[in-house]
């Protein structure tokens, strides 16, 4: 039996509604109201943050037949995680407990987690490495939720980087977590094609609705203990974690637009004017007709149709410190 409530059913109409996914974990919900039925089955914990992305995942385990038995957080990697936010909430509503572990692989933390008695964890982001002791306590293993075609794309940010390097297409891999980042063997996974016109959070929502497609078919595998499909990890490749990104450093107005697609929403590209940092949203390439304020390349110029002085990523700053120079 699955978990459901009214509540629950609202939450996730309103996220599926939105356009764009953000990975920033600050998300807030309505107040959670009225009753929950609790699912049963294999218990499973999540792991992830109060973000779009995590949530479409948190969401979609909830609807599987399986007893929910904790929710687990890192509380370094945003502010608003040690306060009411979306997992909170939920947690609350469901009646679990939220398990907010600084150091998830600390003599603590594995205690906690072992006291949960869990057959499995789904992570969909996190910010740190669980190492070996801790990927043994649940009794099936650990699955993790990456949006990339992995081997390809391992790493922080692979949704910047596949859109920003024009990638054709990238995909979205559930995979048994092992104490090697990204590396673990494939139990789902689907490829999904990257629009001219995609920027991070619409490709981010479309990874999503793939990725929720096929995890009770991960789920099922890793209960099963199926071993999984190894990567070929000769065939990998790794990209960095990013900041904004600086467009009078780009080396054409092709790649330019592209960081304007690959940062928009939640890491957005920048521009200096007036010695005023100015956030690009959305932006055009044009090959003739360029004005003084466009930005200019050798190959035309990159026409900003929306910008912000506030930054999104942190809170909304002015001043952000992941400004890439």
Same mark, same amino acid.
């Given at each position: 039996?699955?978990?459901?409530?009214?509540?629950? #059913?609202?939450?996730?109409?309103?996220?599926?509604?939105?356009?764009?996914?953000?990975?920033?974990?600050?998300?807030?919900?309505?107040?959670?109201?009225?009753?929950?039925?609790?699912?049963?089955?294999?218990?499973?914990?999540?792991?992830?943050?109060?973000?779009? @992305?995590?949530?479409?995942?948190?969401? +979609?385990?909830?609807?599987?037949?399986?007893?929910?038995?904790?929710?687990? %957080?890192?509380?370094?990697?945003?502010?608003?995680?040690?306060?009411?936010?979306?997992?909170?909430?939920?947690?609350?509503?469901?009646?679990?407990?939220?398990?907010?572990?600084?150091?998830?692989?600390?003599?603590?933390?594995?205690?906690?987690?072992?006291?949960?008695?869990? #057959?499995?964890?789904?992570? &969909?982001?996190?910010?740190?490495?669980?190492?070996?002791?801790?990927?043994?306590?649940?009794?099936?293993?650990?699955?993790?939720?990456?949006?990339?075609?992995?081997?390809?794309?391992?790493?922080?940010?692979?949704?910047?980087?596949?859109?920003?390097?024009?990638?054709?297409?990238?995909?979205?891999?559930?995979?048994?977590?092992?104490?090697?980042?990204?590396?673990?063997?494939?139990? +789902?996974?689907?490829?999904?094609?990257? +629009?001219?016109?995609?920027?991070?959070?619409?490709?981010?929502?479309?990874?999503?609705?793939?990725?929720?497609?096929?995890?009770? %078919?991960?789920?099922?595998?890793?209960?099963?203990? #199926?071993?999984?499909?190894?990567?070929?990890?000769?065939? &990998?490749? @790794?990209?960095?974690?990013?900041?904004?990104?600086?467009?009078?450093?780009?080396?054409?107005?092709?790649?330019?637009?592209?960081?304007?697609? &690959?940062?928009?929403?939640?890491?957005?590209? @920048?521009?200096?004017?007036?010695?005023?940092?100015?956030?690009?949203?959305?932006?055009?390439?044009?090959?003739?007709?360029?004005? #003084?304020?466009?930005?200019?390349?050798?190959?035309?110029?990159?026409?900003?149709?929306?910008?912000?002085?506030?930054?999104?990523?942190?809170?909304?700053?002015?001043?952000?410190?992941?400004?890439?120079?």
């Amino acid at each position: 039996m699955a978990t459901r409530s009214p509540w629950l #059913d609202a939450v996730r109409d309103s996220l599926w509604a939105r356009e764009r996914f953000s990975f920033v974990p600050s998300r807030v919900l309505a107040p959670p109201a009225g009753d929950c039925s609790v699912g049963t089955g294999p218990r499973l914990a999540f792991c992830g943050f109060p973000s779009d @992305y995590s949530l479409a995942f948190l969401l +979609a385990l909830l609807d599987e037949p399986v007893e929910p038995a904790a929710i687990v %957080t890192s509380p370094r990697a945003h502010p608003a995680i040690l306060g009411e936010n979306a997992l909170s909430q939920i947690a609350g509503h469901v009646g679990i407990p939220l398990l907010r572990l600084e150091r998830i692989n600390s003599d603590a933390s594995r205690g906690q987690l072992e006291s949960l008695r869990l #057959d499995g964890v789904i992570m &969909a982001s996190f910010d740190q490495i669980v190492h070996a002791e801790a990927l043994t306590i649940p009794r099936h293993g650990w699955l993790n939720v990456h949006p990339s075609a992995l081997p390809l794309y391992r790493g922080p940010e692979p949704v910047h980087w596949a859109i920003a390097e024009g990638a054709a297409r990238t995909g979205i891999s559930l995979h048994r977590a092992v104490p090697t980042f990204d590396a673990g063997p494939l139990l +789902a996974h689907r490829l999904v094609a990257i +629009a001219p016109d995609d920027d991070a959070g619409t490709l981010t929502r479309r990874l999503c609705a793939a990725g929720v497609d096929v995890l009770g %078919t991960a789920v099922a595998r890793l209960l099963a203990d #199926d071993p999984g499909d190894a990567l070929d990890l000769d065939a &990998a490749t @790794y990209r960095p974690a990013v900041g904004h990104r600086n467009l009078d450093s780009a080396p054409s107005a092709v790649a330019a637009e592209r960081l304007v697609r &690959a940062g928009a929403p939640d890491m957005p590209a @920048y521009t200096r004017r007036g010695g005023t940092v100015r956030f690009a949203l959305r932006a055009k390439v044009l090959t003739e007709g360029c004005l #003084d304020h466009d930005l200019r390349y050798p190959d035309g110029c990159l026409r900003l149709f929306a910008t912000t002085e506030r930054c999104p990523c942190d809170g909304g700053e002015a001043a952000c410190p992941r400004l890439e120079d």
